[in-house]
């Protein structure tokens, strides 16, 4: 009976002292994502990238707007009004399978340009650990203390590349 109360008081001894040195730092990647200067032209890339899609795609809303007032007035004959409505369905077809084509081209471009800064951010996250001598850092806690986050350190290493 004694040796069951003993080792959970060896094991709380013993990892007190192998923890005692370690140093610890927290990291907020969905922060650096959003803040990294990499991340800011990425974003801006994309956007510059998709601006003639997004355009064309308010091109078509317009129009499907424009068709849509058309066909509120009443104003139309029987024949032309029906023209109208599937020139609408079809007008309407065409804007959600280009907004689909652009949402997957979208994130396919994403994706790789996030995979490129994930690990730009893993190394200045090794750099800001090795320079530091961390232990460990640990990335999205739930809370963490401001003493230990290294957030901003990273995002600075990050800038100056």
Do not use: C, H, W
Request: proline share 2%.
């Amino acid at each position: 009976m004694k040796t069951f109360y003993f080792f959970p008081v060896l094991f709380a001894f013993i990892s007190t002292v192998v923890f005692a040195d370690t140093k610890i730092a927290v990291v907020d990647i969905q922060r650096i994502l959003r803040e990294a200067a990499p991340a800011v032209r990425a974003s801006k890339k994309l956007e510059k990238e998709f601006e003639p899609k997004r355009l064309e795609l308010q091109r078509f809303s317009a129009q499907g707007k424009s068709l849509q007032q058309l066909l509120d007035k009443n104003t139309l004959t029987e024949a032309d009004r029906r023209v109208k409505e599937r020139e609408l369905v079809k007008l309407n077809q065409d804007f959600q399978r280009m907004q689909r084509e652009i949402n997957e081209d979208l994130n396919a471009r994403r994706n790789e340009e996030m995979a490129g800064l994930q690990e730009r951010v893993n190394f200045a996250i090794r750099s800001v650990a090795e320079t530091d001598k961390l232990d460990i850092v640990i990335q999205d806690a739930v809370y963490r203390n401001p003493k230990i986050d290294v957030t901003e350190k990273v995002l600075k290493l990050l800038a100056d590349k």
